[in-house]
């Protein structure tokens, strides 16, 4: 692809970069990147594949951040999926299904307080997400349209919800299957700063959600209560070239107090920091690779997590694909 052709497609945001990463949803923080809820054009769609490493005290399948105090674990995180964008109501959608797997192993604690050695490996729980515009540009239906996109100030709404049919051993704490229904409710927002001129594009993206769990009645034998956890994701971003970008990332968690049998814990209230790099291979391909740790965490009941995840991210659409064929 000639550099003149690269120019011209970086003029709206691709299929590859507006779809970018979408299976973080079940992973370690369930933390979305910076950029994943710019639009594109409508009927199109992307497959995302994801994997990340990730260490800390608290299970990372599980977005509820339930801590085991002096634990320490270790898993790899791999996600594939499928995205659809759509208009609904003369809005811009999204609807995605995400498929995580992987492995986790490590020192858990036990029912009576002991630590002991634990893994797991398979699929954890599938999740549906839906993801609405309200406010912001009408959908993208053509070309010309999608060259125009300013994102201006944007704000959706989202729902997630995660089907409990994931791998689960009643014996053990430690599972990539949280054997319960959990999900979210969250208002994505984009606010642009400056000019929309590829190489120079710069937001201020916040995420504000609320994770709800249902109960868990066999969790080691014992019945794991969960209250909401409030969310709040944060990105600044800016282009570097008109492939190229990177994001600082932030991110806050609230709430969350597990109860087991009867016995209250703690809420959670941590705060993770991190970078992102992003970089349109071409209108299909679309790369990113992030890095973040909590950083109050030098308590004992402190979340300690630190992760590292690429995401590769193919995206199609009938119109940009003639497109492309015409210009050859």
Request: glycine letters at 10%; zero cysteines; aromatic letters at 10%.
């Amino acid at each position: 692809m000639t550099s003149n052709k690269k120019s011209r497609f970086a003029r709206f945001p691709l299929l590859a970069t507006a779809l970018l990463a979408i299976g973080v949803i079940g992973s370690a923080h369930a933390e979305v990147p910076a950029r994943f809820y710019w639009k594109s054009l409508t009927g199109g769609s992307a497959v995302p594949l994801i994997v990340e490493s990730i260490s800390g005290n608290a299970n990372p399948f599980d977005p509820s951040h339930l801590v085991s105090d002096d634990a320490n674990f270790d898993a790899t995180l791999a996600l594939a999926g499928y995205a659809q964008t759509f208009s609904l109501l003369d809005r811009p959608a999204m609807a995605a299904i995400l498929f995580p797997m992987g492995r986790i192993s490590g020192e858990a604690r036990a029912v009576n307080g002991a630590s002991v050695s634990q893994s797991a490996s398979g699929f954890g729980d599938p999740t549906l997400e839906l993801n609405v515009n309200i406010i912001g540009p009408k959908p993208q239906v053509d070309i010309p349209g999608a060259m125009r996109y300013e994102p201006g100030f944007s704000l959706d709404l989202l729902a997630d919800l995660a089907v409990p049919i994931g791998e689960y051993d009643s014996k053990q704490s430690l599972n990539l299957g949280q054997n319960r229904w959990y999900g979210r409710i969250g208002a994505p927002m984009i606010m642009q700063l400056g000019a929309w001129v590829p190489g120079r594009r710069t937001t201020l993206e916040l995420l504000p959600a609320v994770w709800l769990f249902g109960d868990n009645n066999d969790f080691v034998g014992r019945n794991l209560q969960t209250d909401p956890l409030l969310q709040i994701d944060a990105h600044l971003t800016r282009d570097f070239t008109a492939n190229l970008w990177g994001s600082v990332d932030g991110s806050w968690y609230k709430g969350g107090k597990a109860t087991i049998d009867g016995v209250a814990g703690s809420d959670r209230n941590d705060v993770t920091l991190g970078f992102t790099l992003g970089y349109t291979i071409n209108s299909n391909i679309g790369l990113t690779a992030s890095y973040r740790s909590t950083i109050n965490d030098s308590a004992p009941g402190d979340m300690r997590m630190d992760s590292f995840m690429m995401t590769l991210v193919f995206g199609w659409h009938p119109l940009i694909e003639g497109f492309g064929r015409l210009k050859e």
